[in-house]
């Protein structure tokens, strides 16, 4: 594997060793979103688009996860089981990460075996990204990881397809919450006009992407609700989700992912987050969120975690346990405001 230089490189570099290369393998984050999914299948379309013959896009996740939250997306039947790399030489095949602050965040699988594949391609937007790569194509003033693929696509020819298209949209319709967040720029929804010249209908993704819960998560929902919690005159607000609560209604802990956002939407609240216990994966997770200029990412790396200035996550070890985690978070946070 070549060692990487940590240190940004440009769209040029990036293309000239997509160029050069027939093999890849392309992944993202666990706890995969809009934007790590649309920015990876996109990334694999142009792939294939420039005659690459050995590409694969594979995750940590278990395939229901695609089929229940990205099933409206074009190709997400492509994305298969880390564990099929088994069956690939590593040495001749290119890594590319999309959407990833760290190594760890591909799930464990394949964290284990990045020193085995021919090298790395990191394509992200996180501003703590650790440049991980033999590439670190890292832009933190993008929306998201699906504008820099858009860059890409056009740098290297690819025309937008409407499946390219779609896949683009999506991810940056996600990661820049409806186009609400500080981080869209005027190239966001230039980018956005370009992609609709396509055809693709807004609509179709509110429908299925915010349009989208089965009543038994929309009472789901009511039970969360009646027990949020506050403090700070309520400039801190939360929401603790356990695996009890949501076996009784028969929710995937996925699909809780838009529920902080909900949250946010009261008036008094600067931070607010979700305490998710996942007895699966053997971790609490924290999903922080924040209005303004108030940093959440700061904190979250203090804790062990990351992300963005008002959208990071902590991941703790179960044995932790959930009043611990939540006495911690709300310490910090404290100290903080």
């Known amino acids: 594997m070549i060692v990487a230089e940590k240190k940004i490189s440009t769209i040029d570099e990036v293309a000239e060793a997509i160029k050069a290369e027939d093999k890849f393998v392309v992944t993202f984050h666990i706890n995969p979103d809009y934007d790590a999914v649309g920015s990876s299948l996109a990334f694999y379309k142009i792939l294939t688009e ?4 050995n590409v694969l896009v594979v995750s940590d996740e278990k395939k229901d996860l695609f089929e229940k939250n990205f ?9 298969k089981e880390a564990k099929d790399v088994d069956n690939l030489d590593l040495k001749d095949y290119v890594l590319v990460v999309l959407d990833s602050g760290e190594v760890k965040r ?13 090298y790395v391609i990191n394509i992200d937007h996180h501003h703590d990204n650790e440049l991980f790569g033999s590439y670190n194509l890292v832009d933190f003033e993008v929306v998201g990881t699906g504008e820099i693929v858009y860059r890409i696509a056009k740098y290297l020819d690819v025309p937008i397809s409407k499946d390219i298209a779609s896949l683009l949209y999506a991810s940056i319709v996600g990661d820049s919450g409806s186009f609400r967040f500080d981080s869209v720029k005027p190239s966001t929804h230039i980018m956005a006009s370009e992609l609709l010249k396509t ?21 789901f929902e009511g039970e969360v609700f009646q027990n949020i919690k506050s403090c700070c005159n309520n400039k801190v607000v939360w929401v603790v989700i356990t695996d009890e609560l949501l076996k009784k209604y028969g929710i995937t802990e996925s699909e809780t992912e838009p529920l902080v956002e909900d949250i946010g939407r009261i008036r008094d609240a600067i931070v607010y987050f979700t305490i998710k216990e996942k007895k ?19 904190i979250a790396r203090e804790m062990g975690g990351g992300g963005h200035k008002n959208a ?21 946070l404290i100290k903080y405001l």
């Open 312 to 332: 990071s996550g902590i991941a703790f070890d179960i044995t932790r346990g959930i009043n611990e985690v939540e006495k911690m978070v709300i310490d910090r």
């Open 199 to 219: 055809g693709i209908k807004p609509s179709f993704f509110t429908r299925n992407m915010f349009q989208n819960k089965s009543i038994s998560f929309i009472k």
């Open 71 to 79: 099933s409206f997306m074009p190709m997400w039947n492509e994305i």
């Open 280 to 298: 699966e994966k053997g971790i609490i997770s924290v999903a922080l969120r924040s209005k303004g200029e108030f940093d959440v990412s700061s």
């Open 106 to 118: 591909i799930g464990k699988y394949l964290k284990d075996r990045v020193n085995e594949f021919k």
């Open 50 to 53: 420039l005659g690459k013959s």
